[in-house]
């Protein structure tokens, strides 16, 4: 499409980077089909082509964003579908990172608003504060029908039932591999799961370690800087940022790293665009080399040899995460993955289509994220399935609360069918324990 900027304007490189996606937008509509807030409110301006007319039209007046425009561009999941669907490779990660960044920046929210914004901010990417909030959310939880505020009863609503005790293993530290090393390799421990769920990474370092990795968590690592990247708070999620990339730096100039493993999703495709972020910064190509060694959990064990596994009699309904599937282009190495660990893996009808939360999603768009949420249960219930594995907290959390099904990373399970113990979401309180031989052991 034809824009209409001017030097000044393209002198600066966010709007450069903009311009060059909009140019590459033809308006073609194919991204409608796919996009989940246009699915549930047939708005044009709730898909990703309504969207880029705003950003446009807003972007090259230079204009102080309006309340319409805000609202609609707020209504973006970031889920990327567009992207994966987009005939002219239109990057609109780019695109509403720019905007939501502008609008931060130019525009006034109420002060609500402003004040929860802040207080999501302050408190989600540090795993000890936001532990303290979840317990404070399960104190107030019986209070819930007081709170007039929709979102904050999403906040309460968010709080599980459980919060597990702190593991160590998330400390700085290095597990040796159980075999001759084959690789060394970071692991990134992520910022809500510390909080939520502590197996995820305990699973993880089992099973890197079983299979050959040198484990470690670096020192000065912490939050991918997702979640106010998200907000368009870009001055703190690029101070996060440039934690992890010094951190890991550190380690790239010391022993060495074949790869930054990451078994978060969404925290995936952040750190995979570190390079991007910082192309302008002094820590350019250390973001680069730091980019460049990011992967996948399952990226990474479709390199290493993972054992056939006899059949587990366990029919798997696989939720693909947005952010794996259009973030970082995986489809099939989870359910490869898990078919090769002896898993029957089913897929639900959509499994495009967005389950409801990115960043911060289903605590500022409750009623949308909502929706979303029991569309995506019903369809993956209709396999039947004895359990559904996901790549990403995000989604166990909200797929969880709108379902009796058992709820695992796919790390858990292939943990468990190559020697480790039951998934504690399977064992229902009564499941196997975990041997001696089953724990991590924590190296300092």
């Keep these: 499409m034809q824009t209409e900027f001017t030097e000044d304007q393209l002198k600066d490189p966010g709007i450069q980077r903009s311009n060059e996606i909009l140019r590459s937008c033809v308006h073609c509509g194919f991204c409608t089909a796919t996009c989940p807030t246009y699915q549930v409110l047939g708005d044009e301006l709730d898909s990703p082509r309504g969207r880029i007319y705003l950003i446009k039209d807003m972007l090259e007046n230079n204009r102080v964003p309006d309340e319409k425009t805000v609202k609609h561009i707020d209504r973006c999941l970031s889920c990327l579908a567009c992207m994966t669907t987009c005939p002219s490779g239109v990057h609109y990660m780019h695109l509403i990172d720019h905007a939501r960044a502008y609008i931060d920046k130019n525009y006034k929210r109420p002060f609500t608003d402003r004040a929860l914004r802040w207080v999501l901010a302050q408190i989600l990417p540090y795993p000890g504060r936001f532990r303290l909030a979840l317990f404070g959310a399960k104190l107030a939880r019986p209070f819930k029908g007081l709170v007039p505020d929709a979102r904050l009863r999403a906040m309460l609503d968010m709080a599980p039932k459980d919060i597990p005790p702190v593991s160590r293993n998330d400390d700085p530290q290095s597990f040796t591999p159980a075999e001759p090393r084959k690789k060394r390799v970071a692991l990134m421990t992520g910022c809500a799961q510390k909080a939520l769920n502590t197996d995820i990474n305990d699973a993880t370092i089992r099973l890197l370690t079983r299979l050959g990795c040198e484990v470690v968590v670096a020192k000065g690592a912490g939050c991918c800087g997702a979640l106010t990247h998200h907000m ?148 993956l219930e209709a396999k039947n399935p004895d359990l559904i594995p996901a790549g990403n907290i995000g989604c166990m959390m909200q797929i969880g609360s709108g379902t009796k099904l058992p709820i695992v990373h796919t790390v858990e399970l292939l943990d468990w069918a190559t020697g480790g113990p039951k998934p504690q979401a399977m064992t229902d309180g009564n499941g196997d324990a975990a041997t001696a031989e089953d724990q991590v052991p924590i190296l300092r």
């Design 232 to 379: 368009g708070r870009e001055d703190e999620s690029h101070a996060t940022a440039a934690k992890n990339i010094r951190a890991w730096c550190a380690e790239i100039d010391g022993q060495g790293l074949d790869a930054i493993v990451i078994n978060t999703s969404g925290c995936g495709t952040t750190v995979k665009d570190y390079g991007h972020m910082f192309r302008n910064d002094a820590l350019a190509a250390d973001a680069a080399r730091v980019s460049e060694r990011a992967m996948d959990i399952s990226e990474l064990l479709m390199q290493l040899d993972l054992p056939e596994g006899g059949d587990k009699g366990l029919t798997v309904a696989y939720h693909a995460a947005c952010s794996l599937q259009h973030g970082q282009q995986i489809k099939t190495h989870p359910k490869t993955l898990l078919k090769r660990a002896g898993f029957k893996v089913v897929e639900p009808a959509d499994s495009h289509l967005c389950w409801g939360s990115a960043g911060t999603y289903n605590l500022m768009q409750p009623e949308i994220s909502g929706q979303l949420k029991e569309r995506k249960v019903k369809t």
